[in-house]
């Protein structure tokens, strides 16, 4: 599917599907890709441009959302690159999500993500992306909102599990603040890649701005295994 025919698409069924059978708005998160969605797809460009594609034919995307990273890799011209997505159970149960793979005929697998328990995934990919992510934090105390629970993801588990699906990883985490990098365990920190830039006739570095501002894990399964 073409990015325009995407957002055609999207935006067409926001239009019939933005409030329920008692005409109440529906809350659905979804609906921000095609209210905002150049933003969203500068956002997924940019994660793309810091992507090692080199030999990458097969890409898992979890956590896929709309599948608009899916949509935009699988249109990069001189590449050949099948995408197939994961998401949790709800947005399985009709929706924005559904509607719009039933469009795109993109796979989509059913995976959800819990602390210390093994992924289960169809087959091994090339890559598999995430961005945006936040069941590293939902799964711990007080949830998505509670950013220093007293327990941490086991952000090495969830690794080494990982990489017995695939050989690289490029993963945008939720964690949008310097600060909240003492999360990461000290093996992950030499993988953590905090995106800056630089200010016209300005030597100094800054710090980019949302939505591109986030800790990003980016590493290959050798890279880990040999750390």
Request: aromatic letters at 14%.
């Amino acid at each position: 599917m073409e990015i325009d025919e995407y957002r055609t698409v999207l935006a067409d069924i926001q239009k019939r599907n933005w409030k329920d059978a008692e005409g109440n708005k529906l809350n659905d998160i979804g609906y921000k890709y095609s209210k905002n969605f150049w933003n969203y797809y500068n956002e997924k460009q940019f994660c793309i441009e810091h992507m090692d594609l080199t030999d990458v034919n097969t890409v898992l995307d979890i956590g896929a959302g709309v599948g608009l990273l899916g949509v935009i890799l699988e249109n990069i011209k001189h590449l050949d690159i099948t995408v197939e997505a994961t998401d949790i159970e709800e947005t399985f149960v009709g929706g924005m999500y559904q509607e719009i793979f039933a469009h795109m005929k993109t796979p989509r697998h059913m995976c959800e993500i819990k602390n210390k328990t093994p992924i289960v995934l169809p087959k091994h990919y090339d890559m598999i992306t995430m961005t945006r992510t936040v069941f590293d934090r939902e799964e711990m105390e007080g949830g998505y909102e509670n950013k220093y629970s007293d327990e941490l993801f086991d952000y090495e588990y969830f690794l080494d599990d990982i990489f017995q699906h695939t050989d690289r990883l490029f993963w945008k985490t939720n964690y949008q603040s310097l600060k909240s990098k003492k999360v990461f365990p000290k093996s992950v920190q030499p993988f953590l890649w905090w995106p800056m830039k630089r200010l016209e006739d300005n030597q100094r570095l800054f710090s980019m701005d949302k939505p591109y501002r986030a800790w990003y894990i980016v590493l290959t399964k050798e890279q880990w295994e040999n750390r």
